[in-house]
């Protein structure tokens, strides 16, 4: 099994390369973030792409009572909320685009590799898309992953000691928007 991670700082570029290398090569199921912007060009939100399909799905919402500058490490906490909802950081989080991206992955059986952008402190707290990367580990495929570059420490050991790692580093600060 093959483990591909790659990681930088926040917009280092990570999943501009990410999405590059699976149009490219990847031959398989793709789970990406996609930026939404405002009038004003910041993000505001995120969908989750699932590929090859295209299926679109509401996924992250900007929290507009949030600054992740100036909030406190509580009021960024991974928290469940009512209503199918996550808090993480500064964006409110549909649970139901993870549900959607496992049965994703189950009705395609075939698929040797899995794409998954990203994996962070959600994951971390056993959450989100952990339960897909776990399933797709123990059924043997090759992974590749996105992680900022301070989550790699939290996520390397909930890998198999066993596989083959790489790490890809992504430090170019690319601010170009994925489509």
């Not at 390369?17 to 199921?29: A, K, Q, T, V």
């Not at 790490?167 to 170019?172: L, Y």
Request: charged share 25%; hydrophobic share 35%.
């Amino acid at each position: 099994m093959k483990i591909t991670i790659f990681t930088g700082p926040r917009g280092a570029g990570k999943s501009t390369r990410f999405i590059h290398e699976y149009r490219s090569h990847g031959n398989g199921l793709c789970f990406f973030s996609l930026k939404k912007r405002d009038d004003d060009g910041n993000v505001c939100a995120y969908d989750l792409v699932l590929y090859p399909k295209g299926e679109e799905l509401p996924f992250f919402v900007k929290d507009p009572d949030v600054d992740m500058e100036t909030a406190s490490k509580e009021t960024l906490a991974v928290r469940d909320l009512t209503n199918g909802l996550m808090h993480s950081c500064s964006y409110f989080v549909h649970l139901s685009a993870f549900d959607r991206a496992m049965q994703y992955y189950k009705e395609h059986p075939e698929a040797k590799e899995i794409w998954i952008d990203e994996i962070g402190r959600i994951e971390v707290a056993g959450k989100g898309f952990y339960e897909l990367l776990m399933t797709a580990i123990v059924d043997g495929k090759d992974v590749f992953i996105v992680a900022r570059n301070n989550f790699v420490p939290k996520l390397i050991p909930l890998l198999p000691t066993d596989a083959d790692i790489n790490i890809v580093e992504i430090n170019t600060n690319k601010t170009e928007t994925p489509t």
